[in-house]
């Protein structure tokens, strides 16, 4: 059973602060992603990445920045929150041998 | 346009009623299909997916896919308040390298009411 872990599931960060979310997957899976996920806007993509140490910005990449020096983890890192960061972040993998993704369960973030 | 249209909704349904969701989409190089879908608070889970065209069943849940339409469906049979989540389409033009990122719909909020 795949399982894609983060590290928080609430987390409450203050304007300016440098933000670090982290996601583990146990399943050997070669590409991870970064999501959030705003009312009315669905899903986008921030980054993602194929192999270890790569990675290839998303549809919204701006503000963020991401890591992967394991092949089970993939981090997201908000080098200076600010309030309009403030959403749901999800990060998923996929096996490039299977369709689709696997999610985790999430980290709302809220930055005031 | 976005390469992935879905209806928010919200869609309300009695219990025992066949519900019907939809995604249309844009770019023909999508072969993988596919539904999720997220409980209030949750990650999205994977529900179905499917090659290309044609029809896929797992109990009472239903995926078509009608390429020459650009169009997919997912039906549930004897919906159940259980159902009651928020369901996404995805696609994918393949299942790896840089095109095995997925495009998402915004998803559909249903609720199955007893």
């Known amino acids: 059973d795949v399982k894609v872990t983060q590290s928080s599931r609430y987390l409450v960060k203050r304007t300016g602060e440098k933000v670090f979310l982290e996601c583990v997957q146990d399943?050997?899976?070669?590409?991870m992603f970064w999501y959030r996920q705003d009312p009315g806007l669905g899903l986008r993509l921030i980054y993602f990445?194929?192999?270890?140490?790569?990675?290839e910005k998303g549809d919204i990449p701006e503000g963020y920045s991401v890591s992967r020096e394991k092949k089970e983890r993939f981090s997201l890192i908000l080098e200076s929150a600010s309030t309009n960061q403030t959403s749901m972040y999800l990060c998923?993998?996929?096996?490039?041998?299977?369709?689709?993704?696997?999610f985790g369960p999430g980290t709302r973030l809220t930055v005031t | 346009q976005k390469e992935v249209e879905q209806d928010p909704g919200p869609l309300s349904v009695p219990e025992g009623a066949i519900v019907s969701l939809n995604c249309t989409y844009s770019?023909?190089?999508?072969?993988?299909f596919m539904w999720y879908r997220q409980y209030s608070r949750k990650g999205p889970e994977l529900l179905m997916y499917?090659?290309?065209?044609g029809n896929k069943e797992d109990g009472r849940f239903t995926a078509q896919v009608d390429k020459s339409s650009k169009y997919i469906s997912l039906f549930i049979r004897d919906s159940q308040p259980s159902d009651s989540a928020t369901y996404l389409c995805?696609?994918?033009?393949?299942?790896?390298?840089?095109?095995?990122?997925?495009?998402f719909g915004r998803g559909t909020q249903l609720t199955v009411w007893p």
């Open positions: 998923a993998s996929s096996s490039s041998r299977l369709a689709g993704g696997y």
């Open positions: 399943m050997d899976h070669e590409n």
């Open positions: 990445s194929y192999d270890v140490k790569m990675k």
């Open positions: 770019n023909s190089a999508f072969q993988y």
């Open positions: 499917t090659y290309s065209s």
């Open positions: 995805a696609m994918s033009a393949n299942r790896g390298s840089t095109l095995g990122r997925l495009y």
